[in-house]
């Protein structure tokens, strides 16, 4: 079976898998899903197996992916019975996903927290110690709460951008249920379908996760510029549309190898790709010509103000976009 959230012993907390592949790219952390021990999250169930009862994952560690990640069941998986993760048809956010949607996100989280989550290992005993597989070092004391201060974010919340991105990317096609759906971030709720703005429509309204397809990726060492492919019409003229990411930006993110390897493979990437972004409204400003520098052009142009927020992936169902 496939599903998106399991508990993770170590951190005594259940993750979604996009908190797993969020931390396994995170340099501030040690933390290797391959060396995790994730197991069921449903409570009784996991109570009644010994921890070797665990889950694999699917997608957790690939910095592009185009089919939905997911943990999974093991051929040696075992659930109890009545356990909803365990059966074929189970329903609700977080369950287990229905074969037919396995190129699917099902869990739609109803906000997106803007506010990093934060994670604490728990404390082993010796005796414990024993029977549990090697685990990584704690997390440094610099990126968590010691003791916890704040609950787990609730599971129709997640911190991770990647999570309501999927979910529109991979129900596209359903645009029904992405205007059923509802979205908060920060003092903002709508649809799904509403708060997604295509990028040549972003004069609409600001605060919204705006996309669209992928013109060019200009790398200035370091420093990226992305090209959109669609236009803003303004004033009954159409300007071109971009986002700058800087070379303090980049060089400072917390997860800079992945984000940096995505930029590659996107560059080489002879497919098309689409860029997600939130925190940033695109503004119309004058820029000077290369071949006139005394003259300028208009282009509505913005800086990325956090890469967690920012986003450049293949998308294959937003094509006929």
């Not at 980049?250 to 995505?262: M, P, S, T, V």
Request: proline fraction near 7%.
């Amino acid at each position: 079976m496939k599903f998106d959230t399991a508990y993770c012993i170590s951190l005594d907390d259940k993750l979604s898998i996009y908190d797993v592949r969020d931390l396994n790219f995170d340099e501030t952390v040690d933390f290797d899903s391959d060396r995790e021990y994730f197991l069921c999250p449903h409570d009784a169930c996991r109570a009644a197996f010994a921890d070797e009862n665990k889950l694999g994952t699917f997608n957790a560690k690939n910095v592009n992916y185009i089919r939905t990640p997911h943990f999974k069941d093991l051929p040696s998986t075992q659930h109890i019975n009545g356990c909803p993760y365990g059966t074929s048809r189970a329903t609700g956010a977080g369950l287990a996903l229905d074969e037919t949607d396995e190129e699917r996100e099902a869990h739609f989280p109803s906000e997106l927290l803007l506010t990093r989550r934060q994670y604490v290992r728990k404390p082993v005993s010796t005796a414990a110690a024993q029977d549990l597989p090697p685990m990584p070092p704690p997390v440094p004391a610099a990126t968590v709460s010691t003791p916890r201060t704040t609950p787990s974010a609730p599971l129709d919340k997640t911190s991770v951008f990647a999570h309501p991105v999927e979910c529109f990317v991979s129900n596209y096609a359903d645009k029904d249920k992405l205007k059923r759906m509802p979205l908060k971030i920060g003092e903002q709720t709508a649809s799904y379908w509403s708060f997604f703005k295509k990028i040549e429509y972003l004069q609409d309204n600001k605060g919204l996760i705006y996309w669209g397809k992928v013109k060019a990726i200009k790398d200035y060492t370091l420093s990226v510029r992305v090209d959109f492919e669609k236009k803003v019409w303004f004033e009954g003229r159409p300007y071109s549309v971009n986002v700058y990411l800087s070379k303090q930006l980049i060089e400072g993110y917390r997860k800079r190898k992945a984000f940096l390897e995505e930029i590659r493979l996107a560059i080489t990437n002879d497919r098309p790709l689409y860029c997600f972004f939130y925190g940033t409204t695109p503004a119309l400003k004058q820029v000077p010509s290369k071949k006139d520098p005394a003259k300028t052009f208009g282009v509505f142009s913005g800086d990325i103000q956090n890469l967690d927020h920012f986003i450049i992936r293949e998308a294959p169902g937003l094509d006929e976009a």
